[in-house]
């Protein structure tokens, strides 16, 4: 939510404030002395969000950059790294920056057994728990939801798209970590902002909230954990893909992890739609779906029009 709102304020007036409570090694808001604090209460929200912002990108930056010692690479894991946008400022003074796609306290477990393990590749997370077909089917009877069972879902799921509904996806393992990368998410066009706006007000989400694109090419990450700056054909095609100030959280999809994915992408481009949005599939409040039977409440219940379950394609009752 700072990140989200930072980009809408002015971050003048409460810069000296954060950089007299947040220093290098501490942070005292008792330092900001009474009559900053009394400036605090009554300011915006939205330029309280950019002075603090601005001040953990400048803090963080400086000790990364005085404590690297020449190396060009940098690894980072962490709950304070969930902030693409301090991700993206970091970028832009190193070579290569790559954040462990579950960077909160979740992935300290994989963190210790990388450590025992050595060498360890990781890719992308998806190492969550997958279901059959069977239970996929008993959760869309149970719920009773009109389905058919296809051999290329993407294919119906890509058109529900293009032609301005809100769509689900649910395939394979889950992801570990705090974003849906393909496998536990909802897609819809990235040029029409009436969509998203409803999208919004379907999930109980805030609409300062950026959504992120998801495309094959360009810059960006796998893991959507860094912004870029958007590039002409990002901004000018895809306007809800980009947030106010430029910049975007681009997922770029790798076709050895997700193949139908990466192929329902390149149709998209082929008709016209260089991304799609990729958000979570699930209502504020409530964690990503995980179970067939959690997908299909969460579809009713955000009133989505179309969800690809497996080799299934749902459809809304009319």
Sequence with gaps: KVMGLAATGDPAPLTPFFERIINMGRCDP???????????????????????????????????????????????????????????????????VEVFPHMGDGGLCVGAAASVAGDVSIGLPFWGPSYSEAEMEAALQDAGLRYQRDEA????????????????????????????????????RADRPALADLLNELLGRDDFMPFAPIRRTGAGSSTMTVVVDADDELRRACPTAVHCDGTARTQLVDRHQDAELWAMLGEAESRGLPALINTSFNRHGEPIVETPAHACATFIAAELDVMQLGPYVVRKAA
């Design 153 to 188: 879902p993407e294919r119906h799921l890509l058109d529900a798209i293009e032609g301005g509904r809100l769509t689900a996806r649910f395939v394979g393992r889950s992801e570990f970590g705090p974003r849906a990368l393909g496998h536990r998410s909802i897609f819809l």
């Design 30 to 96: 008792r330092l900001g002395g009474f009559l900053g604090r009394q400036q605090l209460k009554m300011s915006r929200r939205e330029d309280v969000a950019a002075a603090l912002q601005g001040r953990v990108e400048d803090v963080v930056t400086r000790f990364l950059l005085a404590s690297r010692a020449g190396r060009a690479n940098l690894a980072l894991a962490g709950g304070l790294f969930a902030n693409v946008s301090l991700n993206g400022a970091l970028a832009r003074h190193f070579d290569r």
